[in-house]
């Protein structure tokens, strides 16, 4: 079912730790598109294990809580319909090398649902705001299944310059499937 959303009525807030396990459920449903029927490959897993490793949960609810600057920080947030259900997700990291803490990663989804209006577009401008001006971060890294064409095209139309692409990074049911590297410079600056 497809949900109409009123950009006047969307929120977009902080995911702050009590409401973890509620987007926990959700990032699992979302999840279970991956590479189902017409949805890319979004997320290098297998159809049958593509859900949240369970292992990581509790790295990432610490992160929630560590400042931007620091290793192992994230950020959450969440856009929400007027009823409140959760319409899509967009998150920052901190790099795992050292020295790269002027930079960050990025990972995003919309709910099948509520795909195609706006929402994508609008959730990389909020976290990209937040990273200039709260965090004063450089730059925002990301990669992304090569298959996964509205990805890269929500990307490009945001301003993120493909770096490169590794070619059979991943064999994932049966496939090979290529990696591509982008980059948003948020300072003005160029290298
Ligand atoms: C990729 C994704 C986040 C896009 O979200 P969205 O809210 O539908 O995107 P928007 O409506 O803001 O679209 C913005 C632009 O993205 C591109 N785009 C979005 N969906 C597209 C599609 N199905 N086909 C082609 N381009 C698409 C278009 O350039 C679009 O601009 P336009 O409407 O002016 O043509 C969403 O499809 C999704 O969650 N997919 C599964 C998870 C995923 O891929 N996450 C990213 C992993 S790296």
């Known amino acids: 079912m497809r949900y109409n959303l009123s950009m006047s009525q969307l929120h977009i807030d902080l995911l702050e730790p009590a409401g973890f ?18 949805t890319a490959y979004f997320q290098p897993l297998p159809r ?3 859900r949240f490793p369970a292992d990581k949960a509790a790295a990432f609810r610490a992160g929630m809580q560590t400042p931007p600057g620091t290793p192992g920080w994230r950020r959450v947030w969440l856009a929400r319909a007027a009823d409140g259900r959760i319409a899509g997700h967009i998150d920052l990291r901190a790099h795992p ?5 002027h930079r960050c990663l990025l990972g995003m989804g919309v709910d099948r649902a509520f795909r195609q209006q706006g929402l994508g577009r609008r959730l990389i401008e909020h976290a990209a705001h937040w990273a200039r001006t709260s965090a004063q971060l450089a ?15 929500l990307y490009q139309s945001q301003g993120f310059e493909r770096t490169g692409e590794t070619h059979d990074l991943f064999r994932i049911d049966g496939r090979s499937f290529a990696y591509t590297g982008m980059s948003m410079r948020l300072d003005g600056h160029r290298p």
Not at 22 to 37: Q, T, V
Not at 97 to 101: D, F, I, L, T, V
């Open 21 to 38: 396990d509620d987007f926990l459920r959700y990032l699992n449903d979302h999840l279970s598109d991956n590479g189902r029927g017409d």
């Open 139 to 153: 730059w925002i890294d990301l990669q992304v299944l090569s298959v996964n064409a509205p990805a890269l095209r």
């Open 97 to 101: 090398e050292r020295y790269a803490a």
């Open 48 to 50: 049958a294990d593509s």
